[in-house]
């Protein structure tokens, strides 16, 4: 019986800090105003003949009266709704409060990743992506996550001409 009472006890203990711990997290969002999390910009950084490139600038703007240390970024990429990157950046950068922090996050693609191949991808003016995942804060009360979903348009740069008939040998 000494078994069975102490089962119970860890029971009790457990049905009664479980809704605390949750009260805790949501109080924790209460205390520590979100930040706005989003893209502020995609920019390519290298084309090649088989790939891009790109640099997404995360923007996080925090409105609380103390700063928080980023600790990683979840994300995934889809570019012309395909699922192109799915990944975790680990980063230390300490975001002030009251003020907005640009994390530039490197991303390649290959164009045979694309629905309509490099023909296609260069022949737009942009390419539709969406961006989505969280950031991760190690804030004054602990650790907090935030989402991000964010949907855009990347310009494609002009790709260079050739004239074949001024080329002399």
């Known amino acids: ?34 930040p706005q999390v989003g893209v502020a910009k995609v920019e390519f950084s ?27 970024i979840e994300y995934a990429f889809d570019v012309e709704g395909e699922r192109l990157l799915k990944g975790t950046k680990a980063d230390k950068t300490k975001i002030l409060s009251n003020d907005t922090s640009l994390i530039p996050l490197p991303v390649s693609i290959s164009y045979a990743g694309l629905k309509s191949g490099i023909a296609g991808a260069l022949s737009k003016k942009s390419l539709p992506f969406a961006f989505q995942g969280k950031v991760v804060l ?22 260079p001409r050739f004239d074949l008939e001024k080329i002399a040998l």
């Open 138 to 159: 190690d804030t004054p009360i602990g650790d907090l996550s935030f989402d991000i979903a964010e949907k855009g348009e990347i310009p494609v740069p002009d790709r």
């Open 46 to 72: 290298k084309v090649d003949l088989t790939g891009v490139d790109l640099i997404v600038h995360v923007k996080i703007h925090n409105p609380n009266s103390v700063g928080a240390t980023l600790n990683r």
């Open 1 to 34: 019986n000494v078994m069975h009472a102490r089962r119970y006890a860890r029971l009790t203990l457990l049905v009664a800090v479980f809704p605390l711990t949750l009260q805790c997290a949501s109080l924790a969002k209460k205390i520590f105003d979100p």
